[in-house]
């Protein structure tokens, strides 16, 4: 695990453990775990499904572990994979939207996520092919697997932390990752990327209505 | 740069920003009441920090610290390591025959013995390899995934290359890489008995729980993890085959096949009945017991995910070759 890996504690060095404990009696305190953790799960969540939907899944994600901080277990001294698989709950909520924005990006190049963050039209249809390619086989991954490549890609966690996010052996995790890697891999191939998503994508697959 | 590492590349502008007083006040007020309706959702949520326009989007080679942990993961599945292909490594050794199969202490053992008789390798020294990945439902699957890739890695793992295609272009991506546990660096420290570094290898990471099949799965994919990306010393090689061996449940399979369909023997961890769990196979050539591939065989499948039964991942090293330096073809 990387030691740069997690902000630094500038708040009084308590583990994320520790705080939650004490927010049991005294809930103000876990304020430090929003503070402390917020930004990134609001930037794994944009990522995702957009800055719009960000805004409530990264609040709900916040108030739901606040509501289940009584359940959360203190032997994992870190709270970010278990916000991490709150955040992944939540938002299979927007799974639809979120396929409909990695189709955009695989059909046009240009990515409706990344358009808040991008001051100039022009440079809004800059996305490599690469990444398109890569949209198109992220719309075509059954959802679990997308769920587990995106932690780790994404949400910069290790297996085991996805394994706790998700609440699956790591087996169970390594495997599915394993499995959305081939499909992103063969996704690099060479060829036009709208093509790509004709040939693989399968809503069905992740269980949306 | 391997798919895990471009995938993070993706909607990487995506800004990180801290949390306002603002936003931090109304989480506080919501909480302090229990009322978590106090705490508007999309109002006073973190909209503000749209605001903040982060660099133009652009494809950049830069990598951030944060892919370290993806690209072990990837290698961990994907690249299999030959110990050494030098003269006089392992070729010695006798294969088996329909005979006369191997029994799992004859496959220690051999593997063991050849590997013994590689030669030291410096942590800087550079490894060429071409990888062929696998993912289908049997080795004949005619909608299996075969692809093939080739990367450059020093020994210890630390520094690695590939050529990646930008805008139609072929560039050589070079970078820090790492992040795998154990270290090379704690490598050293690892128990020179192989039953006790089974019991250091088969400590859970916290959450993963404890069951005997988790931990003996912990131990068995830790071991592959460390030949598929380390160039050991012959010591450590040739003990870590032999500490497979000593993991609960493992056997020996003498008609493996790699995912380019070469034959091979193999250290076997089956999966336990109802563990979740994959068949690992570690695969070597069976006349000089390098490692030549790795594959998991989900065998129950999961519906709810629309995974078949059977369906397999598998790597199998087509070239490998210690090289001078990234981009340099054996």
Not at chain 2, 44 to 56: D, H, N, S, V, Y
């Given at each position: 695990m990387r030691a740069d890996r997690r902000p630094m504690r500038l708040d009084g060095g308590d583990s994320d453990a520790d705080v939650i404990r004490r927010s049991r009696l005294q809930p103000g305190d876990f304020a430090v775990i929003f503070r402390r953790h917020a930004p990134r799960i609001r930037r794994y969540v944009v990522r995702r499904v957009g800055p719009d939907a960000a805004d409530d899944v990264m609040s709900e994600t916040f108030l739901a572990a606040f509501a289940q901080r009584g359940e959360y277990q203190s032997a994992y001294g870190d709270a970010l994979p278990w916000l991490y698989g709150i955040a992944t709950n939540l938002i299979a909520r927007h799974r639809r939207a979120e396929i409909r924005q990695y189709r955009a990006l695989a059909r046009s190049g240009s990515d409706p996520v990344m358009e808040p963050f991008t001051d100039a039209a022009a440079e809004r249809v800059t996305a490599s092919g690469m990444h398109r390619r890569l949209a198109a086989a992220l719309a075509a991954l059954p959802a679990a697997h997308r769920d587990a490549v995106l932690l780790v890609a994404w949400g910069d966690l290790t297996y085991a932390e996805v394994s706790v996010a998700l609440g699956v052996p790591i087996g169970t995790l390594r495997s599915r990752v394993s499995r959305a890697r081939d499909r992103l891999r063969a996704s690099l191939?060479?060829?036009d990327p709208a093509a790509l998503l004709d040939d693989h994508t399968d809503e069905s697959k992740d269980g949306t209505p | 740069m391997n798919e895990i590492e471009l995938l993070s590349l993706m909607r990487n502008d995506v800004p990180c920003e801290e949390i306002t007083p603002q936003v931090e006040q109304a989480f506080l007020e919501a909480i302090a009441t229990s009322d978590l309706s106090t705490f508007p959702r999309r109002q006073?949520?973190?909209?503000?920090?749209?605001?903040?326009?982060?660099?133009?989007a652009r494809w950049r080679l830069a990598i951030a610290g944060g892919l370290i942990a993806a690209l072990a993961a990837g290698l961990a599945a994907t690249g299999i390591r030959v110990p050494d292909r030098s003269p006089g490594s392992g070729g010695a050794a006798t294969a088996p025959s329909a005979d006369q199969p191997l029994t799992l202490t004859e496959l220690a053992y051999r593997a063991s013995a050849a590997a013994l008789q590689g030669r030291d390798i410096s942590p800087n020294q550079w490894v060429y390899r071409e990888i062929e990945s696998y993912g289908g439902v049997g080795l004949s699957d005619p909608r299996g995934v075969r692809t093939t890739d080739a990367n450059w890695m020093t020994a210890n793992g630390l520094h690695c290359a590939m050529w990646i295609r930008v805008g139609g272009r072929r560039e050589l991506s070079g970078r820090e890489c790492g992040g795998v546990e154990p270290s090379y660096a704690q490598l050293s420290s690892l128990p020179s008995d192989p039953a006790a570094i089974d019991r250091y290898l088969a400590q859970p990471g916290p959450g993963e729980g404890a069951t005997t099949a988790l931990r003996n799965d912990q131990a068995f994919f830790r071991i592959g993890q460390i030949l598929n990306i380390y160039a050991l010393d012959p010591k450590l090689t040739a003990t870590l085959y032999r500490a497979l061996a000593d993991i609960p449940g493992v056997t020996a399979l003498n008609d493996a096949r790699t995912a380019a369909g070469q034959a091979g023997v193999a250290f076997v961890l089956p999966a336990p009945p109802g563990s979740g769990l994959p068949q690992d196979e570690l695969i070597l050539d069976p006349a000089s017991y390098n490692l030549i591939g790795w594959t998991e065989i989900d065998e129950v499948g999961d519906q709810v995910h629309g995974v078949p039964a059977g369906e397999m991942q598998a790597a199998s090293v087509l070239e490998e070759a210690f090289v001078s330096g990234p981009a340099v073809q054996p």
């Open positions: 191939a060479d060829g | 006073r949520g973190m909209r503000g920090l749209r605001g903040a326009i982060g660099p133009r």
